[in-house]
């Protein structure tokens, strides 16, 4: 789905596909947190399927903006049991392997829809997978920056936990940030989308 497309139906569609992938995302982060013996995100009630634990508003924003968004920030606890430090970087890298995976997966129900669903309703069905594999992907890619809340956070987490701390107590200004910077990305292209294209190429 082309970023400069945003009729209703494609923001309907963005709206949807960060609610789903950053509610997939979090309780996913939050399981296998659980699984390596940090069992702070369960209390905290993050495994759990239910969007309001893991959807931000500034995620929603930068999703409809530019298809990638992020979870809320996880609290982890790095210096545990089984595997103190490297807890962290282990979540990140399993983030970005199912956001990955995910939005491989997702991708291959599209000529199902096409043959099964029923046809009042399937190109909004196509668009939302579409948009779905496209917001897995833009997650994963968006999600490789070392802030918190992002995935590389994490790593940031691991590398520099002092850096890491000063930036997290501050991750809605971040985040606000962030989305920003997706909403300026979006009216820049939408303001000379043959001159950016020509500069990308």
Same mark, same amino acid.
């Given at each position: 789905m082309?970023?400069?497309?945003l009729?209703?139906?494609?923001?309907?569609?963005?709206?949807? /596909? %960060?609610?789903?992938?950053?509610?997939? @995302?979090?309780?996913?982060? #939050? *399981?296998? &947190?659980?699984? $390596? =013996?940090?069992?702070?995100?369960?209390?905290?009630?993050?495994?759990t399927?239910?969007p309001v634990?893991?959807?931000?508003?500034?995620?929603?924003?930068?999703?409809?903006?530019?298809?990638?968004?992020?979870?809320?920030?996880?609290?982890?606890?790095?210096?545990q049991?089984s595997?103190? /430090? %490297?807890?962290?970087?282990?979540?990140a @890298?399993?983030?970005?392997? #199912? *956001?990955? &995976?995910?939005? $491989? =997966?997702?991708?291959?129900?599209?000529?199902?829809?096409?043959?099964?669903?029923?046809q009042?309703?399937?190109?909004?069905?196509?668009?939302?997978?579409?948009?779905?594999?496209?917001?897995?992907?833009?997650?994963?890619?968006?999600?490789?920056?070392?802030?918190?809340?992002?995935?590389?956070?994490?790593?940031l987490?691991?590398?520099?936990?002092?850096?890491?701390?000063?930036?997290?107590?501050?991750?809605?200004?971040?985040?606000?940030?962030?989305?920003?910077?997706?909403?300026?990305f979006?009216?820049?292209?939408?303001?000379?989308?043959?001159?950016?294209?020509?500069?990308?190429?």
């Open positions: 082309p970023i400069l497309d009729s209703f139906q494609s923001i309907l569609a963005r709206i949807l /596909a %960060a609610t789903v992938v950053a509610t997939l @995302l979090g309780a996913f982060l #939050a *399981l296998v &947190a659980d699984q $390596l =013996g940090d069992h702070g995100p369960k209390f905290d009630g993050r495994l399927s239910n634990a893991h959807t931000s508003l500034w995620s929603l924003v930068a999703t409809t903006a530019m298809l990638a968004g992020w979870t809320k920030l996880l609290t982890l606890e790095p210096t049991d595997c103190p /430090a %490297a807890r962290p970087i282990i979540v @890298l399993c983030g970005e392997a #199912a *956001l990955i &995976a995910f939005g $491989l =997966g997702i991708g291959q129900l599209s000529p199902v829809i096409a043959a099964y669903w029923p009042s309703s399937s190109a909004f069905a196509l668009t939302l997978v579409r948009t779905l594999r496209e917001a897995s992907f833009g997650f994963a890619l968006l999600n490789l920056l070392p802030l918190p809340p992002l995935l590389g956070g994490y790593i987490q691991y590398l520099a936990p002092s850096a890491f701390d000063s930036i997290a107590r501050r991750s809605g200004l971040t985040s606000l940030v962030i989305a920003e910077g997706g909403l300026s979006h009216a820049l292209v939408s303001s000379n989308p043959i001159a950016w294209i020509e500069a990308s190429i």
